[in-house]
């Protein structure tokens, strides 16, 4: 069985930054690449980052410049650091493992981006 947990969002201005922080435990050997995605209000779930497991980042265009993804060393642990927020960043970000095929969800943390 795999856990997904994320924390560290919450309501910040325009312009802010949030940092948010995700563990995967349970019966995971090895370390694997790691996502993140963003479901806005009355919006499909979009990919935000993602992290493979030798370290490498990639980001969805809008969040090019502002958003970092990174990893514990040697660990399933991942962090979203988010600068220069935008109201248009609001919305359920999600934590995504991929184990053998299969895709582990957290339960999301809300960020709200407004003044």
């Known amino acids: 069985q795999v856990q997904v947990v994320e924390s560290g969002g919450g309501l910040v201005q325009p312009g802010g930054s949030l940092r948010l922080s995700c563990v995967a435990s349970?019966?995971?050997?090895?370390?694997?690449?790691m996502a993140w995605y963003r479901q806005a209000p009355e919006s499909q779930r979009e990919l935000v980052a993602r992290i493979s497991s030798t370290g490498s980042t990639n980001y969805t265009d809008s969040v090019k410049g502002r958003f970092t993804m990174s990893r514990a060393n040697g660990k399933n642990t991942v962090y979203l650091q988010m600068n220069n927020l935008k109201p248009e960043d609001t919305g359920v970000y999600y934590c995504n493992m991929i184990l053998y095929g299969i895709h582990y969800w957290g339960k999301g943390t809300l960020v709200t981006v407004s003044s």
């Open positions: 349970g019966s995971i050997f090895g370390i694997y690449g």
